[in-house]
C-alpha cells in the first residue's frame, strides 16, 4: 500500500501508531463515507540504532514525517499497559510521549486507546492474539494477502486507528455531533476522561491477570 490514493475533502484520516523503542508501527486509515480503507501501513525499524536519544529522535521525525505527507486529521496511539518490567514500561513509555510531541507539534489532538480496548474493538475478544488482530483487519479492510506485513506491529497500529473509528462512530450514532472533531471541540474534558478511564481499566484487569 503506498497511500496515493485520491483524497476529497469530505475524506476523513486516521493516523494510527503503535509506539516501540524497537519497532514502531503506523498505519493510515481513509474514512470516505463512513466507510474505512487502508491507505498505508508500515514500520520503522530502530534496532540497528544503540543510543536511545537517537531512537527517540528517529520516531519523533517519522511521526512528522507521516502528519506532513498524508495530512491526516484525527491521530490514535495504544497507550502503555502496566507490566511488572518496569525497565520496559519506561521505554515504551518515552517512545509513546515522543510520538504523541511530534502529533500536537502539528497541533493533532491525541486520542489513546488501552491494548484491551484496540483488541475487542476489532475482534471482540480482549485476549485476542496479533495474530488474530492482523487477520481480522485483512478481512475486515480487504487487505490482499500480499501486501500484508511479516511485522504485526504495523496492523496493530492499524487496529489503534480502527478502533478510533469504531469509537467516534459509536459516539457519533448516539448524538447530533457532525463529526468527531465536532464532539472532541465541544467535549474536551469528556474525550480526556475517556482515555483515562480506558487506561484505568486496563490496568485493573492487567492486575487482575498477574
Known amino acids: 500500500m503506498d497511500g496515493k490514493q485520491?483524497?476529497?475533502?469530505?475524506?476523513?484520516?486516521?493516523?494510527?501508531?503503535?509506539?516501540?523503542?524497537?519497532?514502531?508501527?503506523?498505519g493510515l486509515i481513509k474514512i470516505s463515507g463512513n466507510k474505512p480503507s487502508l491507505?498505508?501501513?508500515?514500520?520503522l525499524d530502530l534496532k540497528k540504532y544503540t543510543d536511545p536519544y537517537i531512537k527517540l529522535n528517529?520516531?519523533?521525525?517519522?511521526?512528522?514525517?507521516?502528519?506532513d505527507n498524508y495530512k491526516p486529521q484525527e491521530f490514535a496511539i495504544e497507550s502503555q499497559f502496566f507490566g511488572k518490567n518496569v525497565q520496559s514500561m519506561?521505554?515504551?513509555?518515552?517512545?509513546?510521549?515522543?510520538?504523541?510531541?511530534?502529533?500536537?507539534?502539528?497541533?493533532l489532538e491525541v486520542n489513546e486507546y488501552a491494548p484491551l480496548k484496540i483488541k475487542m474493538s476489532i475482534t471482540g475478544?480482549?485476549?485476542?492474539?496479533?495474530?488474530?488482530?492482523?487477520?481480522?483487519l485483512r478481512k475486515y479492510l480487504h487487505i490482499p494477502q500480499e501486501d500484508m506485513l511479516p511485522q504485526l506491529d504495523a496492523?496493530?497500529?492499524?487496529?489503534?486507528?480502527?478502533?478510533?473509528?469504531?469509537?467516534?462512530?459509536?459516539?457519533l450514532k448516539e448524538s447530533h455531533f457532525t463529526s468527531w472533531k465536532d464532539?472532541?471541540?465541544?467535549?474536551?474534558?469528556?474525550?480526556?476522561?475517556m482515555s483515562a478511564a480506558k487506561e484505568r481499566n486496563a490496568s485493573k484487569t492487567k492486575k487482575g491477570e498477574e
Open 6 to 26: 485520491i483524497i476529497n475533502a469530505k475524506d476523513r484520516i486516521i493516523l494510527g501508531i503503535d509506539p516501540g523503542t524497537n519497532v514502531m508501527g503506523y
Open 39 to 43: 491507505m498505508l501501513m508500515g514500520v
Open 58 to 67: 528517529k520516531i519523533f521525525l517519522r511521526t512528522l514525517e507521516l502528519i
Open 90 to 107: 519506561l521505554k515504551l513509555g518515552r517512545a509513546q510521549g515522543v510520538a504523541i510531541s511530534a502529533a500536537l507539534y502539528r497541533g
Open 125 to 136: 475478544n480482549g485476549m485476542a492474539s496479533k495474530e488474530q488482530v492482523a487477520e481480522m
Open 155 to 171: 496492523t496493530d497500529a492499524v487496529g489503534v486507528g480502527l478502533c478510533h473509528f469504531f469509537q467516534s462512530k459509536s459516539i
Open 183 to 193: 464532539f472532541a471541540n465541544k467535549n474536551e474534558s469528556r474525550v480526556k476522561g
